[in-house]
């Protein structure tokens, strides 16, 4: 028999929630000045209702631009904004109802916890019974309760940023926007926070856009990563999709370790790199001849000599530079002949017999490379 009361369903994929907003950015362009390139260059996104999405790219690429057109906060150049497939591009800032989430707490330092968590209640006119009501469970939600009527100065950083996360969750929004809102915290604190927010994503089924410069931090965290550069997103996909094939250069680069190999792609099954000719699978695609060919460092695999390596395998050979121990496994730097700079993950006890200065030959399966674009 079914038991129709149980609220703990099965988990739903993203699109199935119904309690988060769907968010259409639509060729979004924000210009700061006429003589500078635009912070933000024709951004077009469809986030989910209830999806994790995480803007990532280094500083100064037009991630918090972005959040804050989408918040309220800056207007756009050009370009528009849709909340449930509606236009919300004019709307002001408190009337779209998005939580926000800040790098600096941004709390009220004269204000107990309890009175900053209600503090978008007042704003909203909200009776006092049900405010308090509210401010204790968003309190439980965050796990400070008990903590309401100390002030910002008498908590630690993790916990004025939980404070800060129940403030924007508590007058129930369908998005909560986050920027940066780990990069003040030390290492741990920070992991333990990433594991916070997830379960709050989980619980809530708000849908959560999410700005961070950390690679891992989006990995872990994200159903989707938007990878900007210079204002543009160039390259969209689950944190899986965008490791395992990327389709550029900078993506390779700067999401996870590569060895990026600078060759030629000369015919349908020949990568020519350095006088060596490997198998590629993959046809050239329009420019094909300057696409690079990478392989992550856990697909590399490291042999004493050309005998060893499986047929089949593509080979480069190479000098250890470096060898690291991490507990399960080495991590080996790679010197390639062309001067090119890679490294190698492997368990332990493959590669006792190798330290820096050891000649070595690469290998990997043709399957386990991808062909990029600049
Ligand atoms: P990110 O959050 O990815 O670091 P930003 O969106 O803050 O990037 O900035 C994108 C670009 O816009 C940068 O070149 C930055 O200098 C510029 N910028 C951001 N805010 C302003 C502003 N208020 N006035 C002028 N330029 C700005
Ligand atoms: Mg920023």
Redesign the pocket.
């Known amino acids: 028999m079914s038991t129709p009361t149980d609220q703990r369903a099965a988990p739903q994929t993203p699109a199935m929630r119904a309690g988060g907003g769907r968010v259409e950015l639509v060729d979004l362009c924000k210009r700061?000045?006429t003589a500078e390139p635009p912070?933000v260059d024709h951004v077009t996104l469809d986030i989910q209702p209830g999806e994790f999405i995480t803007l990532l790219?280094p500083?100064?690429?037009?991630?918090?631009?972005t959040l804050n057109m989408i918040v309220g906060f800056t207007e756009p150049t050009s370009g528009s904004i849709r909340l449930n497939g509606r236009d919300i591009s004019r709307t002001p800032a408190h009337k779209r109802n998005f939580g926000m989430v800040f790098q600096n707490y941004a709390l009220f330092p004269h204000l107990t916890v309890a009175q900053n968590v209600a503090f978008p209640l007042r704003e909203r006119k909200v009776p006092a019974a049900e405010t308090a009501r509210l401010v204790g469970e968003a309190l439980q939600l965050v796990d400070l309760g008990g903590m309401d009527h100390r002030r910002p100065h008498e908590l630690s950083g993790g916990q004025q940023q939980r404070v800060a996360l129940a403030r924007a969750v508590v007058f129930s929004p369908s998005v909560l926007l986050l920027d940066e809102p780990l990069s003040a915290l030390d290492r741990k604190l920070r992991q333990s926070l990433q594991r916070e927010i997830k379960r709050l994503h989980d619980e809530l089924g708000l849908t959560f856009v999410f700005?961070t410069h950390d690679q891992d931090e989006a990995m872990t965290l994200s159903d989707r990563i938007a990878i900007?550069d210079r204002g543009r997103i160039v390259a969209l996909g689950s944190p899986a999709e965008l490791y395992h094939r990327p389709t550029t250069r900078f993506v390779a680069r700067f999401l996870g370790e590569s060895n990026v190999f600078a060759g030629r792609h000369r015919a349908a099954d020949v990568y020519e790199w350095h006088g060596h000719k490997w198998t590629v699978r993959e046809p050239a695609t329009g420019n094909g001849g300057e696409q690079a060919l990478v392989v992550r460092p856990e697909r590399m695999n490291i042999a004493l000599d050309e005998d060893s390596v499986p047929t089949g395998s593509n080979t480069a050979p190479a000098t250890v530079t470096d060898v690291s121990f991490y507990g399960t496994y080495h991590r080996l730097e790679l010197a390639f002949d062309d001067d090119t700079v890679g490294c190698a993950v492997l368990p332990v006890g493959a590669v006792a017999t190798v330290g820096p200065g050891a000649r070595v030959v690469a290998h990997w399966r043709p399957e386990h490379q991808v062909l990029v674009s600049e």
């Open positions: 700061y000045g912070a790219g500083s100064g690429s037009g991630k918090t631009t700005v900007f």
